[in-house]
């Protein structure tokens, strides 16, 4: 390149010491012209063609000594470019070597890889080709040549890693089964913990809840024995309830509820004027049968007792407006049943519902019918009347215990449904007043 560079500005330089020989020239200039071979030299040239012809020469020659520069310039612009290539590419190639000679080289692949880096650790910039085109060449071929090293060093690489790392996945599965193992361990120790801390939060709570229980139990007892000393009744059991219309929300309830029973004796005091029909003294529904013991007087039809929906006709008459002590006893045996009207057995009979067990967890209205469990009632089948001593047992009462509470000579509380005030609730207008039922018998008599 330095040649080629001398060259040309050895032909610029010429022709401008030709020029100038032309201008001292006092008045005689030679121009050679270039004849071709068998030209007629006969042949007058003009001189003004000739001056033409020279100065259109220089200017041709200007213009390729100015391409030349500009070539130039490229060329050398081009150069220092590759040059910082080489030298980024030698600085990684530097660095994959030092990488490489850190590491042991795979048998095989040692003896040549340290033949090319002898090779290609020339500096080859200091001695260029003269010709332009067998520099870029020249630059060509050795940027293959790097690329080509460092090609083959990054294999290498990837084969030393993968070689490296052909028990990394088992050390790895070992490490993550003891890290699991780990914590699975501290997982079921504080599942452990959780366990027994509900355990001991348990064991706190029911303690907690049963002394909570013990404390409002001696509370209502406390509470009823201050309602039973504060009553305006003897005693719990001499009231009355009073339903003094027809309506279809005058009414009592029993607080307790029947357990499954085979038999049952119910007795009541009852007095009552109205007409036709004295309605229900009381009711008893269930689930799914709400007419499951009925006593009822509707219209002009007798006094009928209803267990299971069927129906017995008693011989019973209450409606004088006195005060009238009835007892009904029945078993499952054979559906038989009995009618005390005070104290006496005014009839019996078999048949009605037999070997139908009392359903159990039911509602005991006084007052109504019931065609839903506990309401939907009828006003013309309420009962009119003033109602007092409702007890209930599970069993059938002899006669003589019939006939004591009807005579008053005794009394005797329902073991399923005794008669006490606090057993008892009214509502729509109902009323509960203080009664001494024998005294009241007594006066009316």
Sequence with gaps: ??????????????????????????????????????????????????????????????????????????????????????????????????????????????????????????????????????????LGKTMQSLKDRLQNLEQQQQLRINASGATFPNELRDLLRRRLSDLENQLLTKVAELEEEKAQLYNETAAHRQQTEVTLNSLLERIAELERSNSAFKSPEDFKVSLP???????????????????????????????????????????????????????????????????????????????????????????????????ERLGAGDNLAPWHPIKPGGVIILGQEQDIVGGRFDATQAFVGELSHFNMWDRVLRPVDISGMANCSSYMPGNVVPWVDANVEVFGGATKAALEICEDRLFDA
């Design 245 to 343: 219309l027809r309506t279809n929300y005058l009414y009592g309830r029993i607080k307790k509820s029947l357990p499954e029973m085979y038999a049952f004796t119910v007795c009541m005091w009852l007095k009552s004027s109205a007409r036709p029909g004295i309605g229900t003294p009381f009711s008893y529904g269930v689930p799914g049968q709400a007419n499951e013991i009925v006593l009822i007087e509707w219209g002009n039809n007798p006094i009928e007792l209803l267990v299971n929906d069927k129906v017995a006709q008693l011989p019973l008459s209450i409606s004088d407006g006195r005060w009238h002590h009835i007892c009904i006893t029945w078993t499952t045996r054979d559906g038989f049943w009995e009618a005390y009207q005070d104290g």
């Design 1 to 138: 390149m330095i040649t080629l560079l001398m060259g040309i500005l050895y032909v610029y330089a010429l022709g401008k010491g030709q020029v100038a020989r032309a201008n001292v020239t006092k008045g005689n200039r030679f121009v050679c012209t270039a004849v071709p071979a068998g030209t007629d030299l006969s042949c007058p040239v003009s001189a003004t063609n000739r001056v033409q012809s020279a100065s259109a020469q220089e200017e041709e020659l200007r213009n390729t000594i100015v391409q030349l520069r500009e070539t130039i310039l490229q060329q050398k612009e081009t150069i220092v470019s590759q040059q910082g290539t080489i030298k980024e590419l030698n600085a990684k190639l530097s660095r994959c070597e030092a990488q490489a000679q850190d590491s042991p080289p795979r048998e095989g692949k040692g003896r040549g890889h340290g033949s090319r880096r002898k090779d290609f650790s020339k500096n080859t910039m200091g001695d260029l080709p003269r010709d332009s085109t067998e520099t870029i060449e020249q």
